[in-house]
């Protein structure tokens, strides 16, 4: 008897094998837990209507991260996320803002990002090690805009997000240090509460990628007993990511 001949028992096998890997991936992802979040110090959220930028596309410009805390990094350097739905050129223009002593933001750092065509989706940026390092126990306030609307920037789409930097801890470094595997070391900092650690982590690698989609289905669970019209909208914008994501 040869598994040739036998082609229904080879597809019985072949999904077996695929269901036990699917659910080995599935229970692997650590879920985000935050250890003593912090409240935002300002609005966060999108700004911008839906056409603004003359298209009615699938999904709105999302910050991919909380808003109903705020979301913490150990990195002097950090990567940010959003979603872009438009796959019109527009450029995009990031933005970084330190608070003052008397809580207004301070600009520290914008670059104007080229963008090309069809190019929707998840995109990332990462301070430049070339800039000042931002200070740990500081809080600093980020966006993103689509400037598409040269004429009436306030029409300009926008996505607002605060970043907590912290001290690395001591039993997390170690842990960080025996393990090259991003999947892993999006758990290790998920489950340390360090969630734009975590996202960079599965961002950078495409086999990743499901562990993303976890970190943005633990997210949108966590924040919905916040009753915040902002959160909920973001709730709500975080599930059409996951959706298109997963087309």
Avoid at 113 to 137: N, V
């Amino acid at each position: 008897m040869t598994l040739h001949s036998h082609p229904k028992t080879l597809k019985f096998l072949f999904s077996c094998n695929l269901i036990v890997c699917l659910t080995i991936s599935s229970v692997a992802f650590a879920a985000y837990t935050p250890k003593n979040p912090s409240r935002p110090s300002t609005a966060t959220g999108t700004t911008g209507v839906r056409t603004a930028c003359g298209e009615a596309a699938k999904g709105m410009l999302t910050a991919l991260a909380p808003l109903g805390h705020v979301g913490q990094t150990i990195a002097t350097h950090p990567t940010f996320a959003w979603y872009i739905p438009d796959t019109r050129s527009y450029p995009i223009r990031f933005s970084l803002y330190s608070y003052g002593s008397n809580g207004k933001p301070i600009l520290q750092h914008r670059n104007l990002l080229e963008r090309a065509e069809d190019t929707k989706g998840i995109r990332i940026y990462t301070l430049p090690k070339d800039q000042t390092s931002l200070i740990a126990g500081q809080k600093y306030l980020w966006q993103v805009e689509i400037l598409c609307a040269f004429n009436d920037p306030s029409k300009n789409k926008m996505a607002v997000a605060e970043v907590e930097v912290v001290a690395m801890p001591t039993l997390l470094q170690s842990s960080l240090a025996r393990t090259s595997d991003r999947t892993k070391r999006a758990n290790l900092y998920a489950e340390s509460g360090f969630w734009y650690d975590a996202l960079a982590e599965a961002l950078e690698d495409d086999k990743a990628k499901l562990s993303s989609i976890a970190l943005l289905k633990d997210l949108i669970k966590l924040e919905a007993p916040n009753s915040l019209e902002a959160v909920q909208k973001q709730s709500d914008r975080l599930k059409q990511v996951i959706e298109l994501e997963q087309q």
